[in-house]
């Protein structure tokens, strides 16, 4: 369900950032940090998850403490008409973590983490060739400078 941004008030966003900076934080503690009263958080908390803007509750895992030591990218050039196909058979492998439509030179981009460089050969030669996959330009990351999946709720158009 799509929600327009002006169903979200600015309390609404800063329950939002600080559930994001810690989900396991409670209502009284959200209550402090946002400075409205515990009912507030609780029926904030509950429209929103109703609504579909909070799908739900993670931990976030170093990848390479849990033996993930390299991350890649790669852009794929895919076959007319075998898109959403080949897209769901590599989204399918548990070292990918992303797949996305693009425009520009690739069809699609995948984000994956390997263990190591065996582990990016055996990517690259089974799932990277799956038939529909006519080229892959696969890079490897080197540094991260900064990797953050959560969305941040926009700005209201106030503080444009």
Sequence with gaps: MLVPDMDLDEVDRAILNSLLNDAR??????????????GTITNRIRRMEELGIIKGYSVVIDPESVGWNMTIMAGLRIAKGRMINVQQKIAADPRVFSVYDVTGDYDSMVLARVKNRADLDDLTK????LEGVTRSFTHVVLNTVKEDGLPRPAPSNNDE
């Design 25 to 38: 934080a409670s209502q009284r503690q959200l209550s402090r940090d946002v400075g409205v009263a515990q």
């Design 126 to 129: 089974t799932v990277f060739t």
